[in-house]
């Protein structure tokens, strides 16, 4: 029987607020030394008290927003109880039957075939803190201990390892546009769990028992464990067997998932309303507020990009990959319209050179020393024939070096076109009477001989002559001969 | 009379003539201490020698004070004792535990950063039911305290440390925590006056959580006045807790005296009497003294009738449901990992304790991750008491699949009928007046075996909790004991509850009986 894999999954996204989910610490900790970044509330201290982060709401209904979800008008936190040496509490704050937003959804374009993938909710709760383990000691480190973590939950309704991995992206996509999370899986930011079951295909109903991979640290992890697991899952089905109910850990170096918990073993996690903390109560102005804030998306600027301004689905796509790039064309296509210069001749020099070059040199956008405006000041040089486009590429490398103008780099290095054309029909004199046998063998009738006598002129004009100036004048030599 | 004897307004009074110093007073404390707590067993840690210095200090503060005119912080100079469960930053605090036997918070309670503004001197923690889970101080960790009345029956719980030491003049006010009546039923028994704010009024910042949705700051005090006083320090909002409610501290003391100088101070006021508070198998003494204490109220112009609050018979389970649930996470903390109390790995090596604070970390890889569970499941299970580890298994079972529903959905569905009951009745009268406690006193070790009997204890004082409205308990007589001879009886306290934040009306209707009766003024004889 053929086997379809059926994969719901759940990313939990820290939050790049300022301070933690319910204390004034400092969320950001990437690199500082262990423990500094605490307070009694964080820590789990007698008597301290959580106070809700406003921000991290904020964040979270404008991430809710972004995957069409709806947003109700009351919500609540909710205690889920477990016992972990990370878990300074005994619980997390998190949030059960009254989450901030459900019933979403967001696109994924797999290979052409957009699909619908559904988001059930979006809520938010606190990250745990930390342990190392080193020798025989287990250590704890606090600094990550109720760091706002987003949980973005969506419905079983991936069927391959390919769509899990575009949904993934374009999740972080998402949230990278948004400002909310950084989305840097080297750094945790951005975790994983997978649940997968197979179905027969072609059938739709779900599977009774599936099963659950947690920490997964990186899209590869996840991807990895996924296709792993459905191997797995299909190697025991067709042995006749049946796959169990459970939670399953994924070990990187063996590149293979092993079982944490049985069904019989499942956590009871015994929610129930967090005491400490008031209902929530989102006003419809709040988030008409907060929905003001929602910045262009991926999908609506790339649609853009291609009808507006007739990108090419490549160019639009990587174009709009990230927020940060995508913002960087608009201004330059901004800045080209008073220059005339066209938007496809922008998007062709930053897919193309720009990208190749901040690859190269392994530059980020924000670092570029090229402003958006300097490109159709380029293309303008281009355009109005003073430099071929074989000599902007070079200006571009510079300018991308320096930063300084184009003009200013042609000025200095004399990299102006030749476009006078008694100097080039000077030239062109030349070089006929210094090559007699071309000449002959033209005269003889092999007129592609021409294009040598371009590429000599070329030669002599160290490719700054106008080089349809140059055809031009050389074709008319060769004819009056 | 003894510097000791002092109220708060009167010490107050002579602080400002210059008749008495802050030294003078704070050594008065610390001597009848000595004297005393040896047989009363009210305080757990007792901070002298800090207490003197910051005695010192007050003093000097006062000289500047009197010298400029200008006006003293409210409790300048006036010694308090706090009960255990309430962090004091640098002192010791346990909540009664062995499991926080060592534990120093580096932080104030946001009552306690208050109360040090006000300028009050920390005498000492007072001994209290283990996490505030008891009625008698039976299930403290550390010993039983007595009842300054009869030293052989129990002082109330779970704040009987601090109701004991305010009877026994050995601090001048107390503060106490209140879940399911831990100051009122208390204050009851030991003829001291203690209020349970609104919830939301007095911030839990810094008090160790036993059962969040229900847990208030209370004090425990000499008279009306005082409580007046303590409460005005110690309300307010706090950012610090998001539970806290934002609306403005009045002025307790003027709303406390409004009608107090009319022939009828209380015209005008409407008092309602529930009939399901007086049950049978009450005590016949207590109600005759609650009785005649609503007479006196009528006497002095107040108008009373009968009020039904129905869905008082299930306060009981409900709080036994909602209260545990609440304890078994806010306990789930005390695991050894971090502070307190870490049991030995090998609890057959012996009794001495190991400290997390010792920063010894745990082992863990060796003999699997077995040792780290054992230790954290050692600790917990020495750490915590019989009552304790009672309630956690009860709240873990109400909260656990399957029960969920039928237990701590249903009670906190209860608990809006009981709130919806005081709604009711408050739309006809303006307080509610009944006993605190079914019964005076009862001996050390007389209901210790039977936790139900322990649980009927407090039957009066868990609806207003579960309500979150506010309600007192002042002196309103003694009721004879036949096992005792030569002494009057044991005191009963009589409970007058108000609407939510209307914690003036209450004070006001307190003031009046207490100003028209002597219970308040007697003392026990020790
Ligand atoms: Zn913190």
Not at chain 1, 276 to 290: C, K, N, Q
Not at chain 2, 117 to 128: D, E, M
Not at chain 2, 216 to 221: A, K, L, N, S
């Amino acid at each position: 029987m053929e086997y379809e894999p059926v994969i719901g999954l759940e990313v939990h996204a820290q939050l790049l607020t300022q301070s933690k989910m319910f204390c004034a610490c400092s969320a950001d900790y990437a690199g500082a030394p262990p423990n500094t970044h605490l307070c009694p509330t964080c820590l789990g201290m007698p008597g301290a008290l959580p106070v809700i982060n406003q921000r991290a709401v904020e964040f979270t209904i404008l991430t809710a927003r972004a995957f069409n979800c709806e947003i109700p008008e009351f919500a609540k936190f909710d205690r889920k109880n477990y016992h972990y040496p990370d878990l300074m509490k005994g619980y997390q704050i998190s949030q059960f039957d009254l989450p901030l937003s459900r019933n979403g959804f967001i696109l994924i374009d797999d290979a052409g075939t957009i699909k619908k993938i559904g988001i059930r909710r979006v809520h938010l709760e606190e990250d745990t803190a930390k342990l190392f383990h080193d020798g025989n000691a287990s250590r704890v480190d606090v600094n990550r201990s109720g760091v706002p973590l987003m949980e973005i939950v969506s419905e079983p309704e991936m069927h391959s390892v390919e769509e899990a991995r575009l949904y993934s992206l374009k999740l972080r996509q998402i949230l990278r546009y948004l400002g909310v999370c950084s989305g840097d899986m080297e750094k945790g930011a951005m975790r994983f769990e997978a649940n997968i079951s197979l179905r027969a295909r072609g059938t739709t109903e779900l599977s009774a028992t599936r099963v659950e991979i947690k920490n997964l640290n990186s899209l590869r992890a996840m991807v990895h464990a996924t296709e792993f697991e459905i191997a797995r899952q299909t190697k025991i089905l067709n042995a006749g067997g049946t796959v169990e109910q459970e939670t399953m850990g994924w070990d990187e170096a063996r590149n293979s998932t092993f079982t944490q918990r049985s069904k019989e073993e499942a956590h009871d996690y015994r929610y129930f309303p967090e005491p400490d903390l008031p209902r929530l109560e989102v006003s419809r102005a709040w988030v008409a507020e907060i929905e003001a804030r929602l910045p262009e998306l991926p999908d609506a600027k790339y649609d853009r990009l291609m009808r507006e301004l007739g990108l090419s689905s490549y160019d639009a796509g990587v174009i709009t990959a990230e927020r940060d790039v995508a913002e960087y064309y608009d201004r330059a296509v901004d800045a080209g319209k008073a220059r005339g210069v066209e938007a496809k001749t922008i998007a062709n020099w930053v897919s193309g050179e720009l990208f190749r070059l901040m690859k190269e040199r392994n530059v980020e956008i924000g670092a570029v020393k090229i402003a958006p405006a300097q490109i159709p000041d380029l293309i303008a040089l281009v355009n109005a024939g003073t430099i071929s486009n074989n000599i902007a590429k070079n200006v571009f490398e510079e300018m991308f070096a320096t930063g300084d103008d184009a003009k200013k780099i042609v000025q200095a290095k004399g990299l102006g076109q030749i476009s006078n054309r008694a100097a080039l029909v000077a030239i062109i004199e030349k070089i006929i009477a210094d090559n007699p046998t071309q000449v002959a063998g033209y005269r003889a009738g092999k007129t592609a001989l021409a294009q040598w006598f371009v590429g000599q002129v070329m030669k002599a004009t160290r490719g700054q002559a106008n080089p349809a100036l140059v055809n031009e004048l050389v074709a008319d030599k060769l004819k009056s001969l | 009379m003894e510097l000791y004897q002092l109220t708060v307004h009167a010490a107050r009074e002579l602080l400002q003539t210059g008749g008495i110093t802050s030294l003078d007073l704070t050594r008065a404390i610390l001597e009848r201490i000595e004297k005393i707590d040896p047989r009363v067993h009210a305080y757990l840690t007792v901070i002298a020698e800090r207490a003197l210095d910051s005695a010192r200090d007050a003093d000097a503060r006062w000289t500047e004070h009197r010298r400029d005119g200008s006006r003293a912080p409210a409790l300048l100079g006036i010694p308090m004792a706090i009960k255990d469960e309430i962090c004091t930053r640098g002192v010791r605090t346990t909540a009664g535990s062995k499991i926080l036997h060592n534990f120093v918070p580096p932080y104030d309670a946001t009552v306690m950063e208050k109360l040090n503004s006000a300028g009050a001197i920390l005498i000492g923690k007072t001994n209290q039911d283990e996490f505030a889970m008891g009625s008698s101080t039976e299930n403290s960790r550390y010993f039983t305290t007595r009842n300054p009345w009869d030293l052989e029956r129990v002082p109330g719980g779970s704040s009987g440390g601090s109701a004991a030491a305010v009877a026994a003049d050995e601090t001048l006010f107390a503060l106490g925590t209140d879940t399911g009546g831990s100051v009122r039923q208390p204050a009851g028994l030991t003829n001291t006056v203690g209020l349970r704010p609104t919830y939301g009024r007095v911030s839990r910042f810094g008090v160790i959580a036993f059962a969040s949705s229900l847990d208030q700051v209370g004090p425990i005090t000499k008279d009306v006045r005082d409580a007046a006083i303590i409460l005005g320090a110690i309300a307010g909002h706090d950012p610090r807790e998001a539970t806290s409610v934002n609306v403005p501290v009045p002025d307790y003391v003027a709303a406390m005296r409004v009608g107090a100088m009319h022939a009828s101070p209380l015209q005008n006021i409407r008092v309602g009497v529930p009939r399901e508070y007086f049950i049978e198998g009450m005590q016949p003494g207590v109600a005759r003294a609650v009785r005649d204490a609503i007479h006196v109220l009528e006497s002095l112009g107040a108008t009373t009738q009968e009020v039904s609050l129905p869905h008082t018979d299930y306060a009981l389970p409900t709080y036994y449901l909602i209260a545990p649930a609440e304890a078994s996470a806010n306990l789930a903390r005390y695991d050894g990992v971090k502070y307190g109390y870490r049991a030995p790995f090998d609890s057959a090596q012996g009794d001495t304790l190991r400290d997390s604070a010792q920063g010894d970390t745990l082992r863990d890889s060796a003999q699997g991750s077995n040792e780290m569970w054992d230790v954290m499941r050692a600790t917990r299970g020495d750490g915590f008491g019989a009552e304790v580890k009672r309630r956690i298994m009860l709240g873990t079972y109400a909260l656990s699949a399957g029960y969920y529903d039928a237990y701590y959905l249903k009670a906190q569905k209860v608990r809006t009928l009981i709130k919806q009951d005081f709604d009711r009745a408050f739309e006809q009268v303006d307080v509610i007046v009944g006993p605190t406690s079914p019964s005076t006193a009862f001996k050390i070790g007389e209901k210790v075996d039977d936790p139900l009997q322990m649980y009927l204890a407090d039957v009066f004082t868990l609806a207003q909790a579960l309500a979150g409205i506010p309600a007192i308990s002042i002196p309103c007589g003694f009721a004879d004991n036949a096992t005792l001879s030569g002494v009057e009886g044991l005191p009963v306290g009589l409970q007058i509850m108000g609407r939510a934040f209307d914690e003036p009306r209450v004070l006001q209707v307190a003031y009046a009986y207490e100003h028209a009766t002597d219970w308040h003024t007697r003392k026990p004889q020790l």
